[in-house]
Nanobody, 125 residues
Protein backbone atom coordinates (compact mmCIF):
# COMPACT_ATOMS: atom_id res chain seq x y z
CA UNK A 1 0.00 0.00 0.00
CA UNK A 2 1.31 3.42 -0.99
CA UNK A 3 0.84 5.88 1.82
CA UNK A 4 2.31 9.02 3.38
CA UNK A 5 1.99 9.90 7.06
CA UNK A 6 3.08 13.29 8.41
CA UNK A 7 3.91 14.26 11.96
CA UNK A 8 5.64 17.02 13.86
CA UNK A 9 3.29 19.96 13.56
CA UNK A 10 2.45 22.20 16.48
CA UNK A 11 2.22 25.73 17.80
CA UNK A 12 5.26 27.97 18.20
CA UNK A 13 6.01 31.64 18.56
CA UNK A 14 7.50 33.63 15.73
CA UNK A 15 11.20 32.95 15.44
CA UNK A 16 10.82 29.39 16.66
CA UNK A 17 11.50 26.10 14.92
CA UNK A 18 9.68 22.88 14.06
CA UNK A 19 10.62 19.72 12.22
CA UNK A 20 8.05 17.86 10.19
CA UNK A 21 8.40 14.21 9.23
CA UNK A 22 6.77 12.23 6.45
CA UNK A 23 7.02 8.44 6.43
CA UNK A 24 6.47 6.84 3.04
CA UNK A 25 5.22 3.28 2.67
CA UNK A 26 5.21 1.19 -0.48
CA UNK A 27 7.88 0.73 -3.16
CA UNK A 28 10.52 3.45 -3.29
CA UNK A 29 9.88 4.10 -6.98
CA UNK A 30 6.33 5.20 -6.12
CA UNK A 31 7.88 8.13 -4.26
CA UNK A 32 10.44 9.24 -6.84
CA UNK A 33 9.33 12.84 -6.46
CA UNK A 34 8.48 14.10 -3.00
CA UNK A 35 7.45 17.49 -1.76
CA UNK A 36 5.92 19.56 1.01
CA UNK A 37 2.90 21.79 0.47
CA UNK A 38 0.94 24.04 2.80
CA UNK A 39 -2.52 25.52 2.78
CA UNK A 40 -4.20 28.20 4.85
CA UNK A 41 -7.97 28.78 5.04
CA UNK A 42 -9.20 30.56 1.94
CA UNK A 43 -5.91 30.14 0.10
CA UNK A 44 -4.68 27.76 -2.55
CA UNK A 45 -2.31 24.94 -1.72
CA UNK A 46 1.24 26.29 -1.97
CA UNK A 47 4.41 24.37 -2.75
CA UNK A 48 7.09 24.72 -0.10
CA UNK A 49 9.94 22.38 -1.07
CA UNK A 50 10.61 19.25 -3.12
CA UNK A 51 13.23 16.86 -4.43
CA UNK A 52 13.67 14.00 -6.85
CA UNK A 53 14.82 10.80 -5.19
CA UNK A 54 17.75 10.19 -7.56
CA UNK A 55 18.99 13.78 -7.58
CA UNK A 56 20.83 15.76 -4.90
CA UNK A 57 19.02 18.97 -5.87
CA UNK A 58 16.41 20.42 -3.55
CA UNK A 59 13.83 22.98 -4.60
CA UNK A 60 12.37 25.71 -2.42
CA UNK A 61 9.71 28.37 -2.63
CA UNK A 62 11.22 31.85 -2.44
CA UNK A 63 9.25 32.54 0.73
CA UNK A 64 11.09 29.82 2.68
CA UNK A 65 14.58 29.85 1.17
CA UNK A 66 17.23 30.19 3.85
CA UNK A 67 14.77 29.24 6.62
CA UNK A 68 13.46 25.79 5.66
CA UNK A 69 15.47 22.69 4.76
CA UNK A 70 14.07 19.59 3.09
CA UNK A 71 15.95 16.35 3.63
CA UNK A 72 15.55 12.61 3.35
CA UNK A 73 16.58 9.43 5.12
CA UNK A 74 16.29 6.64 2.58
CA UNK A 75 16.95 3.94 5.17
CA UNK A 76 13.91 5.10 7.13
CA UNK A 77 11.79 5.96 4.07
CA UNK A 78 11.31 9.35 5.68
CA UNK A 79 11.33 12.92 4.42
CA UNK A 80 11.81 15.88 6.72
CA UNK A 81 11.14 19.59 6.67
CA UNK A 82 13.24 21.57 9.12
CA UNK A 83 11.60 24.95 9.65
CA UNK A 84 13.54 27.74 11.35
CA UNK A 85 12.84 31.42 12.00
CA UNK A 86 9.14 30.72 11.61
CA UNK A 87 6.81 33.57 10.78
CA UNK A 88 3.04 33.96 11.35
CA UNK A 89 2.56 33.72 7.58
CA UNK A 90 3.99 30.18 7.72
CA UNK A 91 0.84 29.09 9.55
CA UNK A 92 -1.17 26.43 7.75
CA UNK A 93 -1.80 22.76 7.21
CA UNK A 94 1.33 21.12 5.88
CA UNK A 95 1.07 18.15 3.55
CA UNK A 96 3.67 15.82 2.14
CA UNK A 97 3.13 14.50 -1.35
CA UNK A 98 4.78 12.11 -3.75
CA UNK A 99 4.63 10.67 -7.23
CA UNK A 100 6.37 8.05 -9.31
CA UNK A 101 7.22 10.60 -12.01
CA UNK A 102 9.29 13.74 -11.83
CA UNK A 103 7.19 16.49 -13.32
CA UNK A 104 8.70 19.62 -14.88
CA UNK A 105 6.88 21.81 -12.40
CA UNK A 106 7.44 20.66 -8.83
CA UNK A 107 5.22 23.51 -7.61
CA UNK A 108 2.12 22.08 -9.27
CA UNK A 109 0.03 19.97 -6.84
CA UNK A 110 -1.33 18.09 -9.84
CA UNK A 111 2.13 16.58 -10.30
CA UNK A 112 1.65 14.46 -7.17
CA UNK A 113 -0.66 11.46 -6.90
CA UNK A 114 -0.18 10.50 -3.23
CA UNK A 115 -0.88 12.84 -0.30
CA UNK A 116 -0.62 12.62 3.44
CA UNK A 117 -3.38 13.64 5.83
CA UNK A 118 -1.65 16.86 6.84
CA UNK A 119 -0.19 18.27 10.03
CA UNK A 120 -1.07 21.71 11.42
CA UNK A 121 1.57 24.37 11.98
CA UNK A 122 0.58 27.51 13.87
CA UNK A 123 2.98 30.40 14.37
CA UNK A 124 1.90 33.18 16.71
CA UNK A 125 3.32 36.68 16.72
Amino acid sequence: QVELVESGGGSVQAGGSLRLSCVASGPAYRHNQMGWFRQSPGKEREAVAAFYRLSPTNYYADSVKGRFTISRDSAKNTMYLEMNRLKPEDTGMYYCASDQRFGPNWRNPGTYSTWGQGTQVTVSS
